[in-house]
């Protein structure tokens, strides 16, 4: 398609991030008219990035085309992602709009499987000890949360940290905490991984540098992802997090305040005790999963 670049007297925009101040995503958004009077949106990626990435449009004072006055759009490569036509085919049509992105995630996935039987994400070897945290990181493109809470798993020094479930890897994330108040630096690394579902899994303080996967790579359910690290260089730990993203449209307030909500969830994970949802201060031992086996029988 011949994209002619046009100077659009009438569109405005606005970008608005997270309310962690999270830095602009390496994604960038055109409009452009193309040769038969259409506005196109489109998006092009900085550098590679993996998963499914949502952006929501909020249009007002449309002219010359009929359209929604909102749409999210989930998308997993750059491209084209809406096409506005025109009434009359001899005039272009016009929107003021807004926007925002939500990353990574799609918005009310339609089949996330609460009963899923996930894989406790340590050695079947050996028992750890659990905390459930329930804390208030926002995500991007987000002002709520559902039972925001994570799972953390008490492990030792050098010891393996297992997939969950089979997913994409989104991000591998480097993290560096600088020394403050007398503790020294920090550096760890968090994985975050997309299952079939539209659900999320968040993988955090694995040792920095220890990572055995690579972003964009598909990993199925016991696959090793990298070695425990630590949040203070002391005490050794795996967080783990599931979410998935929803936004009601018919909610006018939300949708005045262009708010998504992310939904934490209580997984339910096999482990010699059965499959059950974890309690915290309590010490469990994973067993293999029925998924984790049928990809051993694929081998």
């Not at 606005?14 to 994604?27: D, G, M, R, V, Y």
């Amino acid at each position: 398609m011949n994209i002619k670049r046009i100077a659009l007297l009438a569109l405005s925009f606005t970008l608005l991030l997270s309310a962690a101040k999270a830095q602009k995503p390496p994604i960038e958004l055109k409009q452009e008219y193309d040769d038969q009077r259409n506005l196109v949106f489109s998006v092009e990626y900085e550098y590679p990035i993996y998963g499914n990435y949502t952006i929501v449009f909020v249009f007002d004072d449309i002219r010359d085309c009929n359209t929604a006055m909102e749409h999210a759009i989930t998308f997993r490569k750059p491209g084209t992602i809406l096409t506005i036509r025109p009434i009359d085919p001899l005039k272009y049509p016009s929107v003021h709009f807004q926007y925002y992105w939500v990353i990574p995630g799609m918005f009310n996935p339609s089949k996330v499987d609460q009963n899923f039987i996930y894989r406790l994400p340590f050695s079947t070897a050996k028992s750890a000890k659990t905390k459930i945290l329930f804390n208030s990181t926002r995500q991007w493109g987000e002002s709520h949360t559902v039972d925001p809470r994570t799972i953390q798993f008490h492990l030792d020094k050098g010891d393996t940290v297992y997939a969950s479930r089979k997913g994409m890897v989104c991000k591998i994330q480097d993290v560096t905490v600088p020394p403050k108040d007398g503790k020294e630096q920090v550096e760890y690394n968090n994985i975050t991984i997309e299952h079939s579902d539209g659900t999320i899994a968040s993988y955090s303080y694995l040792e920095k540098g220890s990572i055995f996967v690579k972003e964009g790579v598909t990993v199925p359910a016991g696959t090793p992802l990298g070695l425990v690290g630590s949040p203070n260089n002391k005490t050794y730990m795996v967080r783990f997090s599931l979410w998935y993203k929803t936004r009601n449209l018919s909610d006018k307030a939300r949708i005045e305040k262009y708010v998504s909500t992310t939904n934490y969830m209580d997984p339910v994970f096999a482990t010699t005790e059965g499959n059950i949802r974890l309690f915290t201060d309590q010490s469990y031992t994973p067993v293999v999963t029925e998924q984790e086996t049928a990809k051993k029988k694929k081998k």
